[in-house]
């Protein structure tokens, strides 16, 4: 239950700022994962969270509490990112070479956008006590996965914005029409078609090779022990640049994407071309540092300078794992591996 506002909000409306810290700060977080699930990157997310505070702030006087605050406010951050997917000025357009290594022949395009980012579980540990709405299809910890935010990122605009408010967030049709200025005929129908895309999308995506999973999408367990001995193999797998036992990890049709390069690699024939060529080329030797990114086990891969002694980052790796296996490996750019806390460099072990 929301505690009572109302002296916060005329403290607001007078114009003290730190009555609209407090106003807010209790959304703020939630607020920034709504928006990264929109518009798939965090960077993005920051701005638009920026952006509605600024709004929220400017019109806090028009605020009739017809609806509770935090209702409020998710439209104000909705709206507001619909603006910037209409703008889209800042988003690639084309994905930028890949790296120098001659790599195989991709199997296909891959889903995931030039501009998705991964998202550190560190930000999330607010939302593990979160009760979604009564109308909520999704449980959290799937609707901040890789596979659910790339999913989002096939659907129109609204149809996202539609879908978040009312399958992950839990608002009933009328309240999603009310912050979509929509009816709720148009609501429903947005909705019948995002889910027939996201479904989809979710039940290719959690395939792991085995005639047995059919279309189910898989419970996630958060952080268990046989995610810690999974990455634990996989750790030393890349240090000791063994091949064989990196392949040996990986479900037969495992799939390999490295946004911003809109390509994918799938199954584990192409897997083991793909690292013969690439991470375990001769000469390259690496330290890992495991973290978690989207509720998903992730590695932050450090490659060794042999010139400076050091081991310099070099790209943020997110698992997706069934049973004791891993189906999917997302690289990321070492640029966002500072937002996990993680260091630009590490010295050389003995």
Known sequence: MEMDTTDLIARARAGDHNAFRDLVQGHSHELQVHCYRILGSLQDAEDALQETLVSAWRNLGDFGQQSSLRTWLYKIATNRCLSMLRADSRRPRIAPPLPEATLPEPTGASDAPPWLEPY???????????????????????????????????????????????????????????????????????????????????????????????????????????????????????????????????????RLSMPPAMLEYRGIETAQRFFAASTFRPGRTYRVVPTRANGQPAVGLYLADPHAGVHRAYALLVISTARDQITAITGFNANVMTRFGLPRTLPETD
């Open 120 to 254: 550190p579980d560190v930000l999330l540990d607010h939302l593990v006590d979160q009760r979604p709405g009564p109308e909520a299809r999704y449980e959290t910890t799937e609707a901040i996965s890789l596979a659910f935010i790339t999913a989002l990122q096939l659907l129109p605009p609204r149809q996202r914005a539609a879908l978040v408010l009312r399958d992950v967030l839990g608002y009933h049709a009328a309240e999603v029409a009310q912050m979509l200025d929509a009816t709720q005929e148009s609501v429903q129908s947005a909705l019948k078609r995002a889910r027939a895309t996201v479904d989809s999308h979710l039940a290719d995506s959690s395939s792991t090779g085995s005639s047995d999973t059919g279309n189910r999408r898989p419970a996630r367990q958060l952080d268990t022990a046989a995610e810690h001995r999974l990455v634990a193999r996989l750790t030393d797998a890349l240090e000791r640049a063994d091949l064989d036992a990196l392949i040996g990890l990986l479900v037969s049709d495992v």
